[in-house]
């Protein structure tokens, strides 16, 4: 008798689990990869990727880039970032790094959790976590953000600074760049995040709060 995966995809947000070893090691669904010049973006009735925008400046994006699944940027979120009034309502966005070149979406890959950084979009706490492809051993020497060479940080910092320039001029940047922060503080990040997703969700896969807590 077929079960329901064999008809059905499962919801990248509610559907996909976040990982047995999160907040360190997690799940990332991935939207955009480093060769994109159009913003996709998860479509949150249906599942499927949706084309959001043309990419507002020249600059690509540096690395992987997408959302943890069953996370939730509330006020748990918020509280963490300075001047946060709320989260953004959107799953976390996490940005992973591979040594290869990786160049399709719609994928789910192991990520492995060393940093992050703290951004204000519109007075909306909207934090990328940074973390690497699990099984990528390059990258073993890193276990915090402090270990990545300064120009990939700022690289990374200084495309989320300028990824929603309106290059007409006609409107102010709505992003601030409140800071960097390390694996500690990153997983404490998500760790909020699961409980504002658990709270937000209920019903939604299995509870988290539990391991959280312990």
């Not at 990869?33 to 540096?62: C, F, H, N, W």
């Not at 943890?68 to 001047?83: K, S």
């Not at 953000?145 to 409107?171: C, Q, S, W």
Request: net charge negative; hydrophobic share 35%.
């Amino acid at each position: 008798m077929p079960n329901s995966f064999d008809r059905y995809r499962a919801h990248p947000w509610h559907g996909l689990p976040i990982g047995d070893n999160a907040p360190e090691v997690v799940e990332a669904y991935i939207e955009i990869t480093p060769m994109d010049t159009v913003k996709y973006e998860i479509d949150k009735r249906t599942g499927y990727l949706r084309v959001d925008r043309p990419q507002g400046s020249s600059a690509l994006p540096p690395t992987l880039y997408g959302f943890i699944p069953r996370t939730y940027c509330g006020d748990r979120v918020a509280a963490l970032t300075p001047h946060a009034e709320i989260g953004d309502h959107d799953p976390l966005d996490i940005c992973v790094l591979s040594q290869q070149r990786i160049d399709r979406a719609d994928i789910v890959v192991p990520a492995r959790v060393v940093g992050g950084i703290q951004l204000l979009d519109d007075g909306e706490a909207d934090d990328k976590i940074i973390a690497f492809l699990e099984s990528d051993t390059v990258f073993n020497y890193a276990s915090n953000l402090k270990n990545l060479p300064t120009a990939v940080v700022n690289r990374i910092v200084h495309y989320f600074a300028t990824y929603k320039i309106d290059i007409t001029g006609e409107k102010e940047n709505s992003i601030e760049v409140v800071g960097t922060y390390g694996a500690d503080h990153a997983k404490e990040v998500i760790a909020a995040s699961i409980l504002d997703y658990d709270e937000k969700f209920p019903s939604e896969g299995r509870r988290l709060t539990d391991k959280i807590a312990n």
